[in-house]
């Protein structure tokens, strides 16, 4: 039983939703930081077992108050600590893919996981990684689907929409979503050929033609993904398209790409705080937490 919800300033709106789901109170931390850039965060009242809500976009000004405010809780009196991030970061690169380069999931892992007893999250973006303990050094880690609250906040589909993802890797996405609104789903096959450079084809064109089109994926950063689908999409003459994302990552510069390609509409949950948040994550956060192995 979790009894009592810690964040950050920032983090208020987001973190207020989650204690109220739970009848729980928010604890803010304050955050102190010294000239030379150290930070030295002070957190509320702990006792018994308590989360500790940060959402990780942005991560490297985050992690390291993070896991000073997760030992500061323990030093208050706090049972287990539980780290809700609705997105976790650095778990795209959950494999080598050049000599040089790091396994970022397991060194976000092993850090996550050795100060926190539960993780819980929303669609970490990995795609070759089944067995999330063993990179969360044996934490107990939970991760949700989004397709159902995000298929709550979407306007009633038209008869004959079709929900489509951007890669092979958003098939499990769309389907979730397309089970929840009622409707058939594609994907694209993608290239990539660079951070910016892809190549996207889709096996029968004519089955867009006239459709409304509910485009997803779980993570929007630059948009280059989206915007290659969504002109694809125009060029297949869909009759009209709305993007739905888990996790905005995006700047308004990406997002005004989104809209001049085609986007009518653009949807994702509140895991990171963006314009385009329509989906609360909180009953379903919630949940997660009174379900936990506590």
Same mark, same amino acid.
């Given at each position: =039983?979790?009894?009592?919800?810690? *964040?950050? /300033?920032?983090? #208020?709106?987001? +973190?207020? @939703?989650?204690a109220?789901?739970?009848?729980a109170p928010?604890?803010?931390?304050?955050?102190?930081?010294?000239?030379d850039g150290?930070?030295?965060?002070e957190?509320?009242?702990?006792?018994?077992?308590?989360?500790?809500?940060?959402?990780?976009?942005?991560?490297?000004?985050?992690? =390291?108050?993070l896991?000073?405010? *997760?030992? /500061?809780?323990? #030093?208050?009196? +706090?049972? @287990?600590?539980?780290?809700v991030a609705?997105y976790?970061c650095y778990?795209?690169?959950d494999?080598?893919f050049?000599p040089?380069?790091?396994?970022?999931?397991d060194?976000?892992?092993?850090l996550l996981?050795?100060t926190?007893?539960?993780?819980?999250?929303?669609?970490?973006?990995?795609?070759?990684?089944?067995?999330l303990?063993?990179a969360?050094n044996?934490?107990?880690?939970?991760a949700?689907?989004?397709?159902?609250p995000?298929?709550?906040?979407l306007?009633?589909p038209?008869?004959?929409?079709?929900?489509?993802?951007?890669d092979?890797?958003?098939?499990a996405?769309?389907?979730?979503l397309?089970?929840?609104?009622?409707?058939p789903?594609?994907?694209?096959?993608?290239?990539?050929?660079?951070?910016?450079?892809?190549?996207?084809t889709?096996?029968?064109?004519?089955?867009?033609?006239g459709?409304?089109v509910?485009?997803i994926?779980?993570v929007?950063?630059?948009?280059?993904?989206?915007?290659?689908?969504?002109?694809?999409?125009?060029?297949?003459?869909?009759?009209?398209?709305?993007?739905?994302?888990?996790?905005?990552?995006f700047?308004?510069?990406?997002?005004?790409?989104?809209?001049k390609?085609?986007?009518?509409r653009?949807f994702?949950?509140?895991?990171c705080?963006?314009?385009?948040?329509?989906?609360?994550?909180a009953p379903?956060?919630?949940?997660?937490?009174?379900?936990?192995?506590l």
């Amino acid at each position: =039983m979790i009894s009592g919800i810690h *964040a950050f /300033a920032d983090e #208020r709106a987001p +973190a207020s @939703r989650l204690a109220e789901m739970l009848g729980a109170p928010l604890h803010i931390s304050g955050l102190h930081v010294f000239p030379d850039g150290e930070s030295l965060p002070e957190v509320g009242p702990a006792t018994g077992d308590v989360a500790l809500y940060r959402s990780l976009n942005r991560p490297d000004a985050k992690l =390291m108050p993070l896991l000073l405010a *997760a030992d /500061a809780l323990r #030093r208050r009196g +706090a049972g @287990r600590v539980v780290l809700v991030a609705p997105y976790l970061c650095y778990m795209r690169q959950d494999e080598v893919f050049r000599p040089g380069q790091p396994l970022s999931r397991d060194v976000a892992g092993r850090l996550l996981g050795e100060t926190f007893d539960a993780i819980v999250t929303v669609e970490p973006h990995l795609h070759r990684t089944t067995d999330l303990e063993s990179a969360f050094n044996g934490a107990e880690v939970v991760a949700l689907s989004a397709a159902e609250p995000l298929a709550a906040a979407l306007p009633p589909p038209p008869p004959g929409a079709l929900v489509i993802g951007p890669d092979i890797e958003s098939e499990a996405w769309a389907a979730a979503l397309a089970r929840h609104l009622g409707t058939p789903h594609a994907t694209f096959l993608k290239t990539r050929h660079g951070d910016r450079e892809i190549e996207l084809t889709f096996a029968d064109p004519a089955l867009v033609a006239g459709r409304h089109v509910v485009l997803i994926d779980d993570v929007c950063s630059t948009g280059g993904t989206l915007v290659a689908a969504i002109r694809q999409l125009q060029s297949f003459q869909a009759a009209e398209i709305d993007v739905v994302v888990t996790h905005a990552l995006f700047d308004a510069e990406a997002e005004l790409r989104l809209r001049k390609a085609g986007a009518r509409r653009i949807f994702s949950s509140d895991s990171c705080p963006h314009p385009t948040n329509a989906a609360s994550l909180a009953p379903l956060l919630a949940q997660a937490l009174k379900d936990l192995s506590l």
